[in-house]
């Protein structure tokens, strides 16, 4: 099943990707599970799928105006340097435990719309990454048992303003600028996934690969995160862990690659999709 948030007659709402075409639920559903973060809560989307598969499409894929696919997370937690061509890149040693930081709701954007430079600097960078978004919630999750905490997986593009990351050891003026996280297109549950670890993350810029690696590759696997993260924290059902990026980031390369206004930015995982974003100054329109 895939799913996304996205306006239909200028309202926000959510509904079911099908055969190339977006099913908004209806009045009933949107009573109850208002948001997708909702009808997670409520373990509803095979409910919702059943309800509104066959049913003609509201709108097409392509021609949809996208919202972040979890528009209201309690928490988005982001990974760092966790891949081996990244962190080797960066120059950093390896370590015993996830990096982990934090990304605010409202720096968020949908398919399809501007990533937002700002005027401060120049230096915002891209980051390919897989997102994980968590179902059932709980405290101290167990490695055994994480899968069954996930809800689907997404794209993440945690645009990232590197001089602003770097004034300080703490990474969290610089990964979040209003407008900076690209999240979607879609959720794709875990039954259309045949082989996690297999899937590819790339970021295409301007149409060229950028970063490219399986997930294999990642040093703190999925489950080892979720497990990590849950002893510190409550995980609630909505909650949005993006995974890390690979190697080839702008800010490492020779000579570095800024992401300009005019400039377009994918993130394809395979089987679970292309996120897109057009790049834009602050205070211009696409």
Same mark, same amino acid.
């Given at each position: 099943?895939?799913?996304?948030?996205?306006?239909?007659?200028?309202?926000? /709402?959510?509904?079911?990707?099908?055969?190339?075409?977006?099913?908004?639920? !209806?009045?009933?559903?949107?009573?109850?599970?208002? /948001?997708?973060?909702?009808?997670?809560?409520?373990?509803? #989307?095979?409910?919702?799928?059943?309800?509104?598969?066959? &049913?003609?499409? !509201?709108?097409?894929?392509?021609?949809?105006?996208?919202?972040?696919?979890?528009?209201?997370?309690?928490?988005?937690?982001?990974?760092?340097?966790?891949?081996?061509?990244?962190r080797k890149e960066?120059?950093?040693?390896?370590?015993?435990? $996830?990096? +982990?930081?934090?990304?605010?709701?409202?720096?968020?954007?949908?398919?399809?719309?501007p990533m937002i430079?700002? $005027?401060?600097?120049?230096?915002?960078?891209?980051?390919?990454?897989?997102?994980?978004? +968590?179902?059932?919630?709980?405290?101290?999750?167990?490695?055994? *048992?994480?899968?069954?905490?996930?809800?689907? =997986?997404?794209?993440?593009?945690?645009?990232?303003?590197?001089? =602003?990351?770097?004034?300080? %050891?703490?990474?969290?003026?610089? &990964?979040?600028?209003?407008?900076?996280?690209?999240?979607?297109?879609?959720?794709?549950?875990?039954?259309?996934? *045949?082989?996690?670890?297999?899937? /590819?993350?790339?970021?295409?810029?301007?149409?060229?690969?950028?970063?490219?690696?399986?997930?294999?590759?990642?040093?703190?696997?999925?489950?080892?995160?979720?497990? =990590?993260?849950?002893?510190? %924290?409550? #995980?609630? $059902?909505? *909650?949005?862990?993006?995974?890390? %990026? $690979?190697?080839?980031?702008?800010?490492?390369?020779?000579?570095?690659?800024?992401?300009?206004?005019?400039?377009?930015?994918?993130?394809?995982?395979?089987?679970?999709?292309? #996120?897109?974003?057009?790049?834009? !100054?602050?205070?211009?329109?696409?």
């Amino acid at each position: 099943m895939r799913f996304a948030s996205f306006e239909l007659k200028g309202q926000p /709402t959510w509904g079911l990707l099908w055969q190339g075409g977006l099913i908004g639920i !209806d009045l009933a559903v949107a009573a109850r599970y208002p /948001t997708l973060k909702l009808g997670i809560a409520a373990d509803a #989307l095979q409910e919702v799928a059943d309800s509104l598969a066959g &049913k003609p499409a !509201d709108v097409a894929a392509e021609e949809a105006s996208y919202l972040p696919l979890i528009g209201d997370p309690g928490k988005i937690l982001c990974v760092g340097l966790n891949y081996h061509d990244h962190r080797k890149e960066g120059g950093h040693g390896e370590v015993d435990n $996830p990096t +982990i930081f934090v990304r605010f709701a409202n720096a968020q954007i949908g398919h399809n719309q501007p990533m937002i430079r700002p $005027p401060e600097t120049h230096t915002l960078d891209y980051e390919a990454e897989l997102a994980v978004i +968590i179902s059932k919630g709980g405290r101290r999750i167990s490695e055994a *048992d994480a899968f069954d905490h996930i809800a689907g =997986y997404s794209c993440y593009n945690d645009g990232s303003v590197r001089s =602003y990351q770097r004034h300080t %050891t703490q990474f969290t003026p610089g &990964k979040n600028f209003m407008g900076t996280g690209g999240f979607g297109p879609c959720l794709v549950t875990p039954d259309e996934i *045949d082989d996690l670890e297999a899937m /590819t993350v790339e970021c295409r810029l301007n149409g060229a690969v950028m970063q490219h690696a399986p997930v294999a590759d990642m040093i703190f696997p999925i489950p080892r995160l979720i497990a =990590y993260i849950s002893t510190f %924290t409550e #995980l609630a $059902p909505g *909650d949005v862990i993006a995974t890390g %990026t $690979p190697g080839g980031v702008g800010s490492r390369r020779e000579p570095q690659i800024w992401m300009k206004a005019g400039d377009v930015c994918e993130i394809d995982i395979s089987g679970v999709g292309v #996120l897109c974003n057009p790049i834009i !100054d602050e205070g211009t329109s696409r």
